[in-house]
């Protein structure tokens, strides 16, 4: 879309090609609001269409949000929160879609303590998570730049591309109409990023550090997803485990009077997530 009408001097004495320029600026102007008016309905329609599918600000952002906290433990002991990485990628789309989110904060993480050697495996194994979830066209763009900007280390830049990533698996699962791979992708990545922070925050605590885990609104809206879940889905071990796990950690992290979590809470935040992210790998049932 044109960014406007560059100025021009034009001889006062050729009055009908003046004339001409005037109506073709004055139709040009029109075709130019009429292009924003689509463009705000085609924005429009894709609110609604959130809204009918449940998306909202806490899907999306959520993997960005959780992880910016990371900014407040930074320096990162990377070796302390990192994982060991699967090579092989889970058979059905509602664990894949946990993993993929996992994945996104597995790559915030390497953005955060700078380590850009672990870049290359996480785009990779995202790539192939997208391909399995049928959305590899939104993906492979992001996984190549976050490899071209981690080789100079633009870390502002490959977390865009992450943020960017997320929310271009959602736009596609909306495309498809299915609410609940959107969200899982969400969660997926909410709950490693409880589990990097919790596992650092316990290692070097502080009151202050602890605070950043307290998400009451946020952990209650994932349980709240969680339950409502299609009941075949929640058969599967691995959304019982974590229906549960979610349960324990709110009861942990949301004290009454707004008491802080203790070290010593936080190592069983720290078991309880990486338990549930343990089983995102695990053979479907």
């Known amino acids: 879309m044109p960014s406007g009408f560059e100025s021009s001097l034009l001889p006062r004495k050729i009055f009908s090609v003046a004339l001409a320029m005037s109506l073709a600026a004055a139709s040009g102007a029109f075709a130019q609001t009429k292009k924003k008016s ?63 989110g996992a994945l996104i904060a597995d790559g915030f993480l390497a953005v955060s ?3 850009q050697s672990k870049l290359d495996d996480i785009g990779r194994l995202l790539v192939r998570h997208a391909k399995g979830l049928g959305v590899s066209d939104h993906v492979t763009r992001h996984s190549k730049s976050i490899l071209e900007k981690g080789a100079a280390k633009d870390w502002q830049g490959i977390r865009a591309e992450l943020v960017s990533t997320q929310r271009d698996v959602e736009k596609a699962m909306m495309a498809l109409k299915d609410e609940e791979i959107a969200h899982l992708v969400a969660l997926g990545g909410w ?3 409880l589990h990097i922070s919790s596992t650092l925050v316990a290692d070097q605590y502080t009151p202050e550090r602890a605070a950043i885990l307290v998400q009451p609104t946020v952990i209650n809206y994932f349980i709240e997803r969680v339950s409502t879940l299609n009941p075949s889905l929640k058969k599967a071990n691995v959304f019982v485990l974590l229906e549960k796990n979610l349960a324990e ?37």
Do not use: C, W
């Open 113 to 115: 303590a700078e380590k």
């Open 191 to 193: 709950v490693r990023g």
């Open 38 to 100: 689509d463009k705000d309905a085609a924005r429009g329609a894709a609110e609604h269409m959130k809204e009918e599918l449940g998306v909202n600000q806490f899907t999306t952002p959520s993997i960005e949000t959780v992880l910016l906290a990371l900014k407040e433990l930074r320096p990162i002991d990377y070796e302390k929160a990192a994982r060991d990485l699967r090579d092989t990628v889970p058979g059905d789309r509602p664990r894949l879609a946990l993993s993929a």
């Open 249 to 285: 950690i709110r009861n942990i992290t949301v004290k009454e009077k707004a008491a802080m979590p203790t070290a010593a809470d936080l190592k069983v935040v720290s078991e309880l997530s990486g338990a549930i992210i343990a089983a995102f790998g695990e053979v479907a049932e």
